[in-house]
């Protein structure tokens, strides 16, 4: 586990230092990806569905703020919705207005989770949405899941029935706008989804808030699990079909993603957990405090190792010798002046036999005197 929580520290630093550039690219690949599905799903407008006009316009979306990539998938879902009928763009674009002129313009933010929510639905892995944004957020997101889930439905009933979407005249767009209000709007799958994701997102908000240890991963298991039962349940009571290995496997995405923001998002350790009490003049105060789990991220130091140097071989009787100038050079002029000069000849001979009587006499009277001891 160490090992985790010090590549989670290391991505931690590199994100806090480069963080507008994690930001764009992020923004780009959700572009691209938002583009290439609305695309792929409901790519009418043969100019609009190219690959080269999806990836300009995802570069262009990059350098704006992220309401402009919203903006820009719903002017490219109004297109397509152009080419099929008027009638399907009539109704899309009213649903649009509705949902930027209550609620988006009052919370931008949002906006992004109507994209989102689309791309999971054309992913497969629906149910990441509400166990994710009920970690990170609170409950006003349930409004922009409702709304990005109707998106989605309105682009599959469209892309299933753009053939019989004909008609001319006011009568012929009349029935087209009732026709599509009424399998949009009157889709029991729909709002099987819907009120599975507002259950499931109000469960695991209301349990990852609890002072229970562990409590984000009961609050991820209990979110899958109600996915799981609310879809089958209202299926066998409506008889709707969905595929159960999609539900499986798309609530087991939902797990996977929702650990992964518990480590990024609420990494604690429950066993030096405390229960603190205390009080003033009018209440009484319980608190459970629980520290951060946080492990240091070991430093790397890096050795440089010099090259190999090349070692000149010198002749040692030329080391001697430059040793041997040195050392005159450095000794003083004084002390080779004042160095007695050695005798030579018979007097130094009668010089060496005075200084020999001489230490005989001290060392007899040394014991004479016993002056040894």
């Given at each position: 586990?160490?090992?985790?929580?010090?590549?989670?520290?290391?991505?931690?630093?590199?994100?806090?230092?480069?963080?507008?550039?994690?930001?764009k690219?992020?923004?780009?690949?959700v572009?691209?990806?938002a583009?290439y599905?609305?695309?792929?799903?409901?790519?009418?407008?043969s100019?609009?569905?190219s690959p080269?006009?999806?990836?300009?316009?995802?570069?262009?979306?990059?350098f704006?703020?992220?309401i402009i990539?919203?903006l820009?998938?719903?002017?490219?879902?109004l297109?397509?919705?152009y080419?099929?009928?008027?009638?399907?763009?009539?109704v899309?674009?009213?649903?649009?207005l509705i949902?930027y002129?209550?609620?988006?313009r009052?919370?931008?933010?949002?906006?992004?989770?109507?994209?989102?929510?689309?791309?999971?639905?054309?992913?497969?892995?629906?149910?990441?949405i509400?166990?994710a944004?009920a970690?990170?957020?609170?409950?006003?997101?349930?409004i922009?899941?409702?709304?990005?889930?109707?998106?989605?439905?309105?682009?599959?009933?469209v892309?299933?029935?753009?053939?019989?979407?004909?008609g001319e005249?006011?009568e012929?767009?009349?029935?087209?706008?009732?026709?599509?209000?009424k399998?949009?709007?009157?889709?029991?799958?729909?709002?099987?989804?819907i009120v599975?994701?507002?259950?499931c997102?109000?469960?695991?908000?209301?349990l990852r808030r609890?002072?229970?240890?562990?409590a984000?991963?009961?609050?991820?298991?209990?979110?899958?699990?109600?996915?799981?039962?609310?879809?089958?349940?209202?299926?066998?009571?409506?008889?709707?079909?969905?595929s159960?290995v999609?539900?499986?496997?798309g609530?087991?995405?939902?797990?996977?993603?929702?650990?992964?923001l518990?480590?990024?998002?609420?990494s604690?350790?429950?066993?030096?957990s405390?229960?603190?009490?205390?009080?003033?003049?009018?209440?009484?105060?319980?608190?459970?405090?629980?520290?951060?789990?946080?492990?240091?991220?070991?430093?790397?130091?890096?050795?440089?190792?010099?090259?190999?140097?090349?070692?000149?071989i010198?002749?040692?009787?030329?080391?001697?010798?430059?040793?041997g100038?040195?050392?005159?050079?450095?000794?003083?002029?004084?002390?080779?002046?004042?160095?007695?000069?050695?005798?030579?000849?018979?007097?130094?001979?009668?010089?060496?036999?005075?200084?020999?009587?001489?230490?005989?006499?001290?060392?007899?009277?040394?014991?004479?005197?016993?002056?040894d001891?």
């Amino acid at each position: 586990m160490d090992s985790i929580f010090v590549i989670r520290g290391r991505l931690q630093e590199l994100y806090a230092s480069h963080s507008r550039i994690f930001d764009k690219a992020v923004q780009f690949v959700v572009a691209l990806a938002a583009f290439y599905l609305i695309n792929d799903n409901v790519g009418f407008l043969s100019a609009a569905a190219s690959p080269v006009a999806t990836l300009a316009l995802s570069i262009i979306c990059t350098f704006f703020p992220p309401i402009i990539t919203v903006l820009a998938a719903t002017a490219l879902i109004l297109a397509h919705m152009y080419a099929v009928s008027l009638g399907a763009l009539a109704v899309t674009a009213m649903v649009f207005l509705i949902m930027y002129i209550f609620y988006f313009r009052l919370t931008p933010k949002m906006a992004m989770v109507v994209l989102l929510t689309p791309i999971a639905f054309m992913l497969k892995i629906p149910y990441v949405i509400p166990v994710a944004y009920a970690l990170v957020t609170g409950p006003i997101c349930l409004i922009a899941i409702s709304c990005g889930t109707i998106v989605y439905y309105m682009m599959a009933y469209v892309k299933t029935a753009a053939a019989g979407m004909e008609g001319e005249g006011a009568e012929g767009l009349m029935g087209q706008i009732s026709a599509y209000v009424k399998q949009v709007f009157q889709n029991k799958e729909m709002w099987i989804v819907i009120v599975a994701f507002i259950i499931c997102f109000l469960l695991v908000y209301t349990l990852r808030r609890q002072a229970m240890d562990h409590a984000w991963k009961i609050a991820i298991g209990a979110g899958a699990v109600a996915n799981i039962l609310l879809i089958v349940i209202g299926d066998i009571a409506l008889g709707v079909h969905t595929s159960y290995v999609s539900l499986i496997l798309g609530n087991i995405a939902a797990v996977v993603i929702g650990l992964i923001l518990e480590l990024f998002f609420f990494s604690v350790d429950y066993t030096r957990s405390e229960n603190l009490q205390y009080e003033d003049d009018e209440y009484y105060y319980y608190v459970k405090a629980v520290p951060k789990l946080s492990v240091a991220t070991p430093e790397k130091t890096v050795k440089r190792i010099n090259e190999r140097q090349e070692t000149e071989i010198i002749d040692p009787r030329e080391v001697r010798r430059r040793a041997g100038r040195v050392r005159k050079a450095e000794a003083p002029e004084k002390s080779r002046k004042e160095r007695p000069m050695p005798k030579k000849g018979p007097s130094a001979k009668r010089h060496d036999m005075e200084e020999v009587d001489k230490m005989l006499l001290t060392q007899s009277l040394k014991n004479d005197l016993s002056l040894d001891k």
